[in-house]
């Protein structure tokens, strides 16, 4: 029996597939003390995480390891004043003390922020004042630690400062500083509804906003692990995230460790797919989820065979079809696409049990109730685009969904307007019960009495092989109201040019309803992008 069974009940049908699932869980339960101290009080030697870099370094933790470490970085937090409701940053890119120091503040019933080492000055200092931390603990690299300390120098706070691995003026070495602790630490009783995490949005079109969870949400990731994911008891399951992102979360410690699922650790700054891949194999990886961008270059620049991998799965942009054919055609692994927000956890996914459906975000999560509805409110028929919104459960809590924006009532109300959740995504449902996703609701394109969702012209786009990147919008049209527009990154190897551009016309226009046909299309180096990576189309528009 794994340890997620004690809290939640799932019916599934003869094939695996999930049709019910329902959580329970007592008011003070606590991530830190109830699956990982459980886990490694039962079975102490039970592989947790496996770690390793690009300079060949490599540790292998036991749940036995993350208790002894969370608890000594537990006690060296207390000891500077951190407890119950205070906020600590954590940029600590891939470094495996994030996982001791996200456990540890969980066990004291402090409030973690982790953060991206690729922000700015400006970005740390933004985060720093609005969120009033107490305390920071980030990696020496990338001058991290100068920008902490340029950013603190236009502020009036002065948090407690930590590093990690080495010294950094200024900062505590919280490595040397746990060394010193004990490893008990006696549980601080917290609530289940207390905040546990906040993430910062990647402010495609406002400043990012403070995105508050509480000690639930890693009970939600269960259907995200062991349904989508399918990370499995005693396997090794390698998400591509940073820490600093929320899909860390989805992928790196909280569904999997309840599922019973190790998880994969790769410490690395630039991106080669044939690395990944040497990873995946050196470990034997058995489940592997990443963004499309990683399997847009894998099929570019050739899948390497991986012959332990059992399930492969993305998320985090739209994933074009012809990448899911080629990647699919090259393993024998379909690309189970999956859907959800830094507000949420998974909303709709390809699940177990289910064939997955090359470009669909497939069938939603029991774990929650949610329509398609139209700018009236009103639910859309089957094949219309509508506003993916969640309904609350009839007592009125919904575990997985946040529980408000940092300091922002005023947007929280907005975004729940109507006695629903607006996740402002649009989307359309097929005859067959499967969701297909078409941008975000207020960027659908409305020409000649139609309404196109950009995806559609992108999934076409990403087909044509001078393809690398792509984004679609509306632009003004005396005749049309909105005429379509492209933006193109050329492959290497193609160059921009009218005749290109033509040939790229034609290709996607042979394939697509005359009403969306691409009516203007240009070239660009780079797409403008957030800095967690997704394009700015109101910059492009």
């Given at each position: 029996m794994g340890i997620y069974q004690k809290y939640c009940k799932e019916i599934v049908d003869e094939s695996g597939a999930l049709q019910k699932f329902t959580l329970d869980y007592p008011d003070n339960f606590n991530f830190g003390y109830d699956v990982v101290d459980a886990v490694a009080d039962k079975t102490p030697n039970k592989r947790a995480m496996v770690w390793c870099n690009t300079e060949n370094e490599e540790h292998i933790f036991s749940f036995g390891d993350v208790k002894r470490y969370s608890n000594r970085m537990a006690n060296v937090f207390r000891r500077a004043g951190i407890g119950r409701g205070d906020r600590v940053m954590l940029v600590l890119k891939r470094h495996y003390e994030y996982w001791f120091a996200v456990v540890a503040l969980h066990k004291l019933g402090a409030v973690a922020i982790p953060a991206t080492h690729m922000l700015t000055v400006k970005d740390f200092a933004y985060r720093i004042e609005t969120s009033r931390v107490k305390g920071i603990v980030c990696t020496v690299q990338n001058d991290i630690p100068k920008k902490i300390r340029t950013a603190l120098g236009t502020l009036q706070v002065s948090p407690k400062l930590w590093c990690v691995q080495a010294e950094a003026e200024g900062f505590e070495n919280l490595t040397r500083a746990m060394e010193m602790e004990g490893e008990n630490f006696s549980r601080v009783e917290t609530h289940v509804t207390d905040p546990m995490l906040i993430y910062y949005t990647s402010g495609t079109t406002a400043s990012p906003k403070g995105?508050?969870?509480?000690f639930s949400y890693p009970l939600a990731h269960i259907v995200t692990a062991k349904y989508w994911q399918q990370a499995e008891e005693g396997g090794l399951h390698f998400t591509v995230a940073e820490t600093g992102w929320a899909k860390a979360s989805w992928g790196k410690i909280y569904g999997q460790w309840l599922v019973g699922s190790a998880v994969m650790v790769f410490d690395f700054d630039n991106f080669e797919p044939r690395q990944l891949a040497a990873i995946i194999n050196r470990y034997g990886v058995t489940s592997f989820c990443a963004p499309p961008t990683v399997y847009r270059y894998l099929v570019r620049k050739g899948v390497p065979d991986m012959p332990k991998l059992r399930h492969a799965s993305t998320a985090g942009e739209t994933l074009a079809a012809e990448v899911f054919r080629q990647f699919t055609a090259r393993t024998g692994i379909p690309l189970c696409e999956g859907y959800g927000q830094t507000e949420t956890t998974l909303l709709m996914a390809n699940f177990r049990g289910h064939t997955p459906v090359e470009g669909s975000m497939g069938t939603i999560s029991p774990l929650y109730n949610i329509e398609l509805r139209g700018r009236d409110g009103a639910p859309v028929p089957v094949g219309e685009i509508?506003?993916?919104?969640?309904?609350?459960?009839?007592?009125?809590?919904?575990?997985?969904?946040?529980?408000?924006?940092?300091?922002?009532?005023?947007?929280?109300?907005?975004?729940?307007?109507?006695?629903?959740?607006?996740?402002?995504?649009?989307?359309?449902?097929?005859?067959?019960?499967?969701?297909?996703?078409?941008?975000?609701?207020?960027?659908i394109i409305k020409t000649g009495g139609f309404r196109v969702g950009p995806h559609e012209v992108e999934e076409v786009l990403m087909e044509h092989p001078g393809v690398l990147e792509c984004s679609v919008f509306g632009i003004p049209d005396k005749l049309r109201g909105q005429a379509i527009k492209a933006v193109v990154v050329p492959c290497d190897g193609f160059e921009a040019s009218r005749e290109l551009g033509m040939e790229i016309r034609d290709f996607c226009n042979k394939k697509l309803a005359e009403y969306k046909w691409i009516r203007v299309l240009e070239f660009a180096e780079e797409l403008p992008k957030t800095i967690s990576g997704k394009t700015r189309k109101v910059e492009l528009a």
């Open positions: 995105v508050i969870h509480d509508g506003e993916v919104v969640i309904l609350p459960p009839e007592n009125g809590r919904q575990p997985g969904v946040f529980g408000g924006y940092m300091d922002n009532e005023e947007q929280y109300r907005h975004v729940w307007r109507g006695g629903v959740y607006h996740t402002g995504d649009a989307a359309r449902q097929d005859e067959n019960g499967r969701f297909w996703f078409h941008g975000r609701f207020d960027e």
